[in-house]
């Protein structure tokens, strides 16, 4: 059997006397696309970070790509991409530049750095744009440079937390084309998201509320258990079921 992408047995972290990440349990399969639902404050992002390596865990067990969050942190680092809304792109560098930077720090050499930048503006269609300031790009144009660059290393797993805020679902659904080629490839993809279109294009979703996981599985299964019509209804369900 092949080794699950990321295991996680009552992962749980606290600050102080509040529980962010409350005794969450799930498996991630090589090569699918995991959504990783909650409202805002269910505590996504911890859990992301401790998955990543950069948030110690009260308790609880993971394992990323094999390796164990509390003791090989550095090698889930080698082998995760990572991008989120708010750590992005250097907006005072050309395209150019940021891919190289970035390239640097996940250890490319000149030559990979090089043939790398060339397959990814080319796949982007953005050769014209490689010498313009990031910050002259459309926000979707942004993003999906930015994933780009998130896979350039060729993770087994990467992590998106809220890749596609603030545009629209035309090119919410052009960025997930970049995300359906990865892994096609085999990539792991763990994506959080507040847009429930977006809910729908993963194989299958987990709902957080107050730092549990309340619902896992496909959007149909979801949606037939809720007796819903959308991933939104039973969002909604969820967030009612709540207060
Ligand atoms: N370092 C910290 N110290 C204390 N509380 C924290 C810390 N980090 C997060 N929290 C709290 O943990 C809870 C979960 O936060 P988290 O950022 O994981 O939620 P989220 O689901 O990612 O939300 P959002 O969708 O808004 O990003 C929040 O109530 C937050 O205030």
């Known amino acids: 059997m092949t ?4 295991t996680t047995n009552a992962l749980t972290k606290r600050f102080g006397d509040f529980i962010a990440t409350n005794a969450i ?3 991630v399969a090589p090569g699918e696309i995991f959504g990783f639902l909650g409202a805002n404050g269910a505590g996504k992002t911890t859990a992301m970070r401790m998955l990543c390596g950069l948030l110690k865990p009260s308790s609880g067990e993971a394992r ?13 680092k080698q082998r995760i991409g990572y991008m989120s809304q708010k750590f992005s792109l250097y907006e005072d560098l050309t395209v150019k530049e940021n891919i190289r930077f970035y390239a640097g720090i996940y250890g490319l050499s000149n030559s990979q750095i090089r043939e790398k930048t060339a397959g990814l503006l080319e796949k982007l269609r953005m050769e014209d744009e490689a010498d313009k300031l990031v910050s002259a790009l459309p926000l979707g144009w942004k993003q999906k440079l930015s994933f780009s660059i998130a896979v350039i290393h060729d993770p087994t797993i990467v992590f998106l937390d809220e890749p596609t805020g603030g545009v629209d679902p035309i090119t919410r659904r052009h960025f997930w084309d970049l995300i359906y080629e990865s892994a096609s490839r085999g990539v792991t993809i763990f994506v959080t998201t507040h847009y429930m279109d977006e809910a729908e294009y993963c194989n299958r979703i987990s709902i957080m509320v107050d730092g549990k996981i309340r619902a896992l599985d496909t959007p149909a299964a979801l949606k037939q258990q809720f007796g819903a019509a959308s991933m939104n209804d039973v969002f909604l369900q969820l967030a009612r079921a709540k207060s």
């Open 64 to 76: 990323v790509a094999g390796f164990d969050i509390y003791t090989q942190t550095e090698k889930i």
């Open 25 to 27: 349990t799930f498996e």
């Open 3 to 6: 080794q699950p992408a990321i």
